[in-house]
C-alpha cells in the first residue's frame, strides 16, 4: 500500500510540474492576441489543489507506515508469546508434538528410546540371541571348539553350547504353536518365551546336571533328574520374573515370584521323572545314532575324549548334536505338556487377579 501511495503521490508531482510548465507558457502569449488571465488563474488554483494533495497523500504515507509497524510489531509479539506457549505445551506433552517440528536431534533421541523401549520389552530375544551366538561359537568355529574343549570343564561347555541350542529350537517352536492357539497370548509372544525358557533352562538343567553327575560319579538317578529339572525350571522362572521387573518395571511381588518359583519346580520335577519313566519303559536307541561303537553318538563322545591330539570336526560336532537331541527325545515331546501347563497356569493367574 505504501508503494501505492507513493506512485500516486509521483504522478501528482509530475502533474503539478506539467501544469506550472503550461502556466509559464501561457503568462508569454500577449494578451492582445488573446486574453488567458481567466485560463492561468485556473492553472494556479489547480496548482495548489495539487500540492494540497500531494501533502495529503504524504500525511496517508506516513499513518499507513505508521500502522504497518505497528501491525508488524503486534504481530512479532504475538508469534513469540505463541510459540512461547506452544514450546511450554511440548515440553510437558512432548508425546503430542509432531515429527514435522521436531529438529534432527529430537527425531534422533525418539529413535534411540523407540530402540530402547524395545530391548527393555523384548529382553529375553537379547539374551536368547546372546546364548544362541555364545554356543555356535563354542560349537561351530574352528579352533574354539578344541580350546573349549580342552579346558577343565569343556566338555560339559560343549554339551551345555548344544543344549542351549536345541533348547531355543525346541521351546521356541513349542512355545509358538502354543502361544498362536492360546487366547492369552500370540505365536510370537509365545516364541520369545519359548525360546528363551528352552536356552535358559537348558543351560541351568545341563549344568545342574553335569555338577550333580560329577559328584556322584555316574549317569543321574530317576530322583536326581526331576531334582534337578525342577531345580533348572525354578531358577529359570526366577530369572525370567527379575528380568521382567529389572528391563520392563512389571510389578512383580516376592509372594508371586515364590509361587511362579514353586509350580515351576514341581512341573519340572513331575515332567522330568515322567520322561525319565518313559525313558525307562520304552527307551529309543538308534543303532548308527545313539547307539554302537559307529554311531554318531560314540564319535561326538571319541572326538571331546582325544581334543587333545586330534581337531573336534564340524562333521562330528552335527552328530553330537542329533544324538544328543535323540537321547532327550522324550524330554523335547514332554515340553508339549509342559508348556501347555504353563500357559494354564498364567490364565490361571490372569482370571484370579480379574
Known amino acids: 500500500?505504501?508503494?501505492?501511495?507513493?506512485?500516486?503521490?509521483?504522478?501528482?508531482?509530475?502533474?503539478?510540474?506539467?501544469?506550472?510548465?503550461?502556466?509559464?507558457?501561457?503568462?508569454?502569449?500577449?494578451?492582445?492576441?488573446?486574453?488567458?488571465?481567466?485560463?492561468?488563474?485556473?492553472?494556479?488554483?489547480?496548482?495548489?489543489?495539487q500540492e494540497e494533495k500531494i501533502e495529503k497523500l504524504q500525511e496517508i504515507k506516513e499513518e499507513v507506515e505508521d500502522f504497518i509497524d505497528d501491525v508488524v510489531e503486534i504481530d512479532e509479539e504475538a508469534a513469540e508469546a505463541i510459540n512461547q506457549s506452544k514450546d511450554d505445551f511440548y515440553d510437558d506433552y512432548y508425546y503430542l508434538k509432531p515429527d514435522s517440528e521436531k529438529s534432527g536431534w529430537e527425531k534422533f533421541k525418539d529413535g534411540c528410546k523407540k530402540?530402547?523401549?524395545?530391548?527393555?520389552?523384548?529382553?529375553?530375544?537379547?539374551?536368547?540371541?546372546?546364548?544362541?551366538?555364545?554356543?555356535?561359537?563354542?560349537?561351530?568355529?574352528?579352533?574354539?571348539?578344541?580350546a573349549v574343549a580342552g579346558l577343565a570343564f569343556g566338555k560339559l561347555i560343549l554339551d551345555l553350547a548344544a543344549g542351549v541350542l536345541i533348547g531355543a529350537v525346541i521351546g521356541g517352536t513349542i512355545g509358538?504353536?502354543?502361544?498362536?492357539i492360546s487366547p492369552n497370548s500370540t505365536f510370537l509372544e509365545g516364541l520369545e518365551n519359548g525360546a528363551f525358557g528352552g536356552a535358559v533352562g537348558g543351560l541351568i538343567t545341563g549344568g545342574l546336571g553335569g555338577?550333580?553327575?560329577?559328584?556322584?560319579g555316574a549317569e543321574l538317578t530317576l530322583a536326581q533328574s526331576m531334582l534337578v529339572g525342577g531345580g533348572g525350571d525354578?531358577?529359570?522362572?526366577?530369572?525370567?520374573?527379575?528380568?521382567?521387573?529389572?528391563f520392563k518395571g512389571d510389578n512383580i511381588s516376592f509372594s508371586t515370584i515364590v509361587c511362579n518359583a514353586l509350580f515351576s519346580f514341581g512341573t519340572?520335577?513331575?515332567?522330568?521323572?515322567?520322561?525319565?519313566?518313559?525313558?525307562?519303559?520304552?527307551?529309543?536307541?538308534?543303532?548308527?545314532?545313539?547307539?554302537?561303537?559307529?554311531?554318531?553318538?560314540?564319535?561326538?563322545?571319541?572326538?571331546?575324549?582325544?581334543?587333545?591330539?586330534?581337531?573336534?570336526?564340524?562333521?562330528?560336532?552335527?552328530?553330537?548334536?542329533?544324538?544328543?537331541?535323540?537321547?532327550?527325545?522324550?524330554?523335547?515331546?514332554?515340553?508339549?505338556?509342559?508348556?501347555?501347563?504353563?500357559?494354564?497356569?498364567?490364565?490361571?493367574?490372569?482370571?484370579?487377579?480379574?
Open 176 to 180: 509358538g504353536v502354543i502361544g498362536a
Open 115 to 146: 530402540v530402547g523401549e524395545w530391548c527393555k520389552e523384548h529382553w529375553k530375544v537379547i539374551v536368547t540371541v546372546v546364548l544362541v551366538i555364545a554356543a555356535v561359537v563354542c560349537l561351530f568355529i574352528p579352533g574354539v571348539n578344541a
Open 1 to 49: 500500500m505504501p508503494s501505492l501511495i507513493r506512485n500516486a503521490k509521483r504522478s501528482v508531482k509530475e502533474l503539478k510540474s506539467e501544469i506550472n510548465d503550461l502556466r509559464k507558457t501561457t503568462a508569454n502569449i500577449d494578451s492582445s492576441v488573446c486574453n488567458l488571465d481567466d485560463v492561468i488563474a485556473s492553472l494556479r488554483s489547480s496548482t495548489s489543489t
Open 268 to 354: 519340572g520335577a513331575l515332567f522330568s521323572g515322567l520322561s525319565g519313566k518313559l525313558g525307562e519303559l520304552l527307551p529309543i536307541k538308534i543303532r548308527g545314532l545313539n547307539k554302537g561303537r559307529d554311531s554318531w553318538k560314540f564319535t561326538w563322545n571319541y572326538e571331546l575324549a582325544n581334543v587333545g591330539r586330534n581337531r573336534i570336526s564340524l562333521k562330528a560336532i552335527f552328530k553330537g548334536i542329533g544324538a544328543r537331541f535323540i537321547d532327550d527325545l522324550w524330554d523335547n515331546t514332554i515340553e508339549i505338556f509342559k508348556g501347555g501347563t504353563g500357559e494354564g497356569w498364567e490364565s490361571y493367574k490372569k482370571a484370579v487377579s480379574a
Open 234 to 246: 525354578a531358577i529359570t522362572s526366577i530369572i525370567t520374573d527379575l528380568g521382567d521387573i529389572a
Open 211 to 216: 555338577v550333580v553327575s560329577s559328584f556322584t
